[in-house]
């Protein structure tokens, strides 16, 4: 089984020979750096030295700062391990051959890739020798005996039994590792599913975290808007104190006016009690005639500001227009002042009979009279004109 969180990849592998129609291969899992891959389109055809080139086009797709692997093809060997066991397979081996031939085993077989320099082959599991036995060059010198058929026979069966037992440990032996690596394999799967129960709780928490951030905030304007509404809501019980203060002052002013006018009605009942209701009758619509004329003498004064606001607006707008004009007719009476006295001291010599004031009533360029621009200044209004300007 591949560790949890490593990344599964599939690298396809160039094939040597060039065929005219490609045929589907198989696929084989390979470990490289720790990491899960599987090699798709192995054939029969497909050497252990195709799968290495396969698998080192794949790595130099990764980043040069995150690549691990270095070096040519030659220089890397794959490693079969099967139960503890390993050993390196030749470059020009068959992989898919060899992959067939381990059959059932097929799941406890890995493929590795690794550096030919790094490489070292674990030491095998001696058989254990049964007892009495005797090294092999004893054996190799002992020379062969004549022995009677009874007692061949007898070492003969001997040797079976010893062979029986040692294949009955084996294969225990190999049961109990077939158990041990179910039971790895079921806490593997155990292990998977409890990062996959964490990792689902982590997401649950950064949801509930982001919803409970959202519900702090939405909790916050509540409480402003509740502080809002409680700020008028105390506004309103004041403002209703107050209405029933006044209501009570109301019914205690009308108490002590029924009072006054009951004793009033008592003492004159008998001398003019029509004329006091008739009195009574034309101050009650009266006082009603008032309470109209002041509520409609509000409503026009309150028109009236508005109509002098408006007007103190125009006035202002039309006081800068003054301003203006003076200001333009001050510059044009300057510009044309030269003109004027040059005029005035020719019309002297000549004729002798104009006045200065006549070049004051009229301008010469403008046509403008002094009168009509006293009354542009200030139309319908004695506003004052300009200290700065000659009108």
Request: negative net charge; charged residues 30%.
């Amino acid at each position: 089984m591949a560790p949890f969180g490593k990344s599964f990849l599939k690298a396809r592998i160039k094939q040597r020979s060039k065929e005219a129609e490609p045929t589907e291969g198989k696929e084989i899992q390979v470990t490289v750096c720790g990491d899960e891959k599987s090699v798709c389109g192995v054939t029969k055809r497909t050497t252990c030295l195709d799968m290495i080139q396969a698998l080192l086009d794949d790595h130099k797709s990764i980043p040069e700062a995150k690549r691990q692997l270095h070096g040519d093809p030659k220089d890397f060997c794959l490693v079969e391990r099967w139960k503890g066991f390993e050993r390196a397979i030749p470059p020009l081996t068959h992989i898919l051959r060899l992959w067939l031939a381990w059959g059932e085993q097929r799941p406890f077989v890995r493929f590795v890739l690794v550096k030919t320099s790094d490489f070292v082959a674990a030491p095998v599991k001696k058989c254990a020798k049964p007892k009495g036995a005797r090294p092999k060059r004893h054996e190799q010198t002992r020379a062969p005996q004549s022995l009677p058929a009874e007692k061949q026979k007898r070492v003969v069966r001997k040797a079976f039994r010893k062979l029986e037992k040692l294949h009955k440990e084996n294969k225990s032996s190999s049961e109990d590792v077939d158990k041990m690596v179910q039971l790895i394999l079921q806490q593997d799967h155990a292990i998977r599913e409890q990062i996959q129960r964490m990792q689902d709780l982590d997401s649950e928490l950064e949801r509930m975290t982001h919803l409970q951030d959202g519900f702090e905030g939405w909790t916050s304007d509540v409480d402003e808007q509740v502080n809002r509404l409680v700020y008028t809501s105390d506004g309103i019980e004041q403002l209703e104190t107050q209405v029933q203060m006044h209501q009570l002052l109301i019914l205690e002013l009308s108490r002590e006016i029924d009072k006054e006018l009951r004793k009033e009605n008592q003492q004159e009942a008998a001398e003019d009690e029509g004329v006091h209701a008739a009195e009574l009758e034309r101050l009650q619509s009266e006082i009603s005639r008032s309470l109209f004329a002041g509520v409609s003498l509000q409503n026009q004064v309150s028109q009236m500001d508005s109509q002098l606001q408006k007007l103190e607006s125009t006035l202002v707008l039309k006081d800068d227009e003054c301003w203006q004009l003076a200001s333009q007719l001050n510059q044009l009476q300057i510009a044309d002042r030269g003109e004027e006295k040059a005029f005035f001291l020719e019309a002297v010599k000549g004729k002798g009979e104009l006045r200065l004031c006549e070049l004051t009533d009229t301008d010469s360029d403008t046509g403008i009279s002094s009168t009509h621009s006293q009354d542009s200044l200030s139309p319908g209004l004695d506003f004052p004109p300009p200290l700065d300007s000659d009108v």
